[in-house]
């Protein structure tokens, strides 16, 4: 048994690494259109720099395809798309593109479609923003059915990996109500529902045409429902859920919107209770990589991020628990996670 559970983690990690050098020859055109038209002044990283990267990149795959040979999750946690439904979205993506460029090249951030100007209302000023200049931010389904391939593009085909480093942290919770904050189009809720289904996730979001692409990607699972709602500021009573985890959100908050987020998960989690937050590696996390750090937010509209590599997620998790707060890092994403204490 152990030799097939071998074999199986070495093809997984062929797959995963093949898809990563798919992923990354896709990011060349993009890449030299962007250098050659909006930043010929912002250097490519070094053969220095992505070799250290792709030593991370082998690490997260080779972490995942262990995992799951020993069944820590299950392959269909991947959710792997059709080769000729990703070569569509790649042709749209490539033609999207165009008007990305245009965008970051007039550094226009507030352009929306009259559609998603509809979706914007009553929503948060800071949120109503091309975010990485994409098109329509995150307030339209085209936006929604393109993100995930466009973020497999930027993370050389990684980005789906570091997402689910948070499944083997959740066993650690207790099966039951979870909530997950900024769902957006489910691409870590689908690993989760489709891993723990004894739980119930409530996957919430504030962008309706986001949810609504969410609810038709996971309509074969029961175990999950969407909510349109603020994370900063939820409706739920206290002491609501068994888990409360989140991928990717701090990073496109400003500061006091940041503490609100975690201050709302550590109310509604029970006592006992796991808060888990997957965001970008902070200042200091992994130096070898802070080139990234440094190059993401000069390269996209990412408003808060500057801001938010200086502002230890660790720290903020600590004030409101007494429990250890346990840091891992993976790539580009640091997982922080504790448990709620229990008042005496």
């Given at each position: 048994a152990m030799s097939t559970a071998k074999a199986?983690?070495?093809?997984?990690?062929?797959?995963?690494?093949?898809?990563?050098?798919?992923?990354?020859?896709?990011s060349i055109p993009l890449s030299i259109a962007s250098r050659h038209l909006v930043h010929p002044k912002i250097e490519p990283p070094t053969p220095d720099e992505l070799k250290v990267m792709w030593?991370?990149?082998?690490?997260?795959?080779?972490?995942?395809?262990?995992?799951?040979?020993?069944?820590?999750?299950?392959?269909?946690?991947?959710?792997?798309?059709?080769?000729?439904?990703?070569?569509?979205?790649?042709?749209e993506i490539l033609g999207d593109g165009i008007r990305v460029l245009w965008r970051k090249r007039k550094n226009r951030n507030k352009e929306f479609s009259e559609q998603a100007m509809k979706a914007a209302e009553g929503l948060p000023e800071y949120y109503v923003r091309n975010f990485h200049f994409q098109t329509d931010g995150y307030l339209s389904e085209a936006s929604a059915k393109l993100y995930d391939h466009q973020v497999e593009i930027l993370f050389a085909g990684a980005a789906g990996a570091m997402r689910r480093r948070i499944l083997p942290v959740l066993r650690e919770a207790h099966q039951g109500d979870w909530l997950e904050l900024g769902c957006g189009a489910a691409t870590a809720t689908g690993p989760v529902v489709e891993t723990f289904s004894k739980s119930k996730v409530t996957a919430l979001d504030l962008s309706a045409p986001y949810l609504k692409i969410a609810g038709e990607r996971l309509r074969a699972y029961n175990n999950v429902g969407f909510l349109q709602g603020d994370a900063t500021d939820l409706k739920f009573k206290d002491n609501s859920f068994e888990a409360v985890y989140s991928v990717y959100l701090p990073h496109e908050l400003p500061k006091t919107e940041r503490a609100k987020l975690m201050a709302e998960a550590f109310r509604v989690v029970k006592p006992g209770g796991l808060v888990v937050i997957a965001d970008s590696l902070q200042l200091g996390d992994t130096p070898e990589l802070e080139w990234a750090l440094d190059r993401f937010p000069k390269t996209y509209h990412e408003p808060f991020y500057r801001d938010y590599t200086r502002d230890p997620l660790e720290k903020l998790?600590?004030?409101?628990?007494?429990?250890?707060?346990?840091?891992?890092?993976?790539?580009?994403?640091k997982i922080v996670f504790a448990k709620k204490t229990v008042r005496v």
């Amino acid at each position: 048994a152990m030799s097939t559970a071998k074999a199986q983690s070495l093809s997984l990690l062929g797959l995963s690494l093949f898809r990563s050098g798919l992923y990354f020859l896709e990011s060349i055109p993009l890449s030299i259109a962007s250098r050659h038209l909006v930043h010929p002044k912002i250097e490519p990283p070094t053969p220095d720099e992505l070799k250290v990267m792709w030593s991370h990149i082998y690490k997260l795959h080779e972490a995942e395809a262990q995992d799951i040979a020993a069944g820590v999750y299950g392959f269909r946690a991947l959710q792997m798309s059709a080769p000729f439904k990703h070569g569509l979205r790649f042709a749209e993506i490539l033609g999207d593109g165009i008007r990305v460029l245009w965008r970051k090249r007039k550094n226009r951030n507030k352009e929306f479609s009259e559609q998603a100007m509809k979706a914007a209302e009553g929503l948060p000023e800071y949120y109503v923003r091309n975010f990485h200049f994409q098109t329509d931010g995150y307030l339209s389904e085209a936006s929604a059915k393109l993100y995930d391939h466009q973020v497999e593009i930027l993370f050389a085909g990684a980005a789906g990996a570091m997402r689910r480093r948070i499944l083997p942290v959740l066993r650690e919770a207790h099966q039951g109500d979870w909530l997950e904050l900024g769902c957006g189009a489910a691409t870590a809720t689908g690993p989760v529902v489709e891993t723990f289904s004894k739980s119930k996730v409530t996957a919430l979001d504030l962008s309706a045409p986001y949810l609504k692409i969410a609810g038709e990607r996971l309509r074969a699972y029961n175990n999950v429902g969407f909510l349109q709602g603020d994370a900063t500021d939820l409706k739920f009573k206290d002491n609501s859920f068994e888990a409360v985890y989140s991928v990717y959100l701090p990073h496109e908050l400003p500061k006091t919107e940041r503490a609100k987020l975690m201050a709302e998960a550590f109310r509604v989690v029970k006592p006992g209770g796991l808060v888990v937050i997957a965001d970008s590696l902070q200042l200091g996390d992994t130096p070898e990589l802070e080139w990234a750090l440094d190059r993401f937010p000069k390269t996209y509209h990412e408003p808060f991020y500057r801001d938010y590599t200086r502002d230890p997620l660790e720290k903020l998790m600590q004030k409101h628990t007494t429990a250890e707060v346990h840091v891992q890092t993976w790539l580009f994403t640091k997982i922080v996670f504790a448990k709620k204490t229990v008042r005496v």
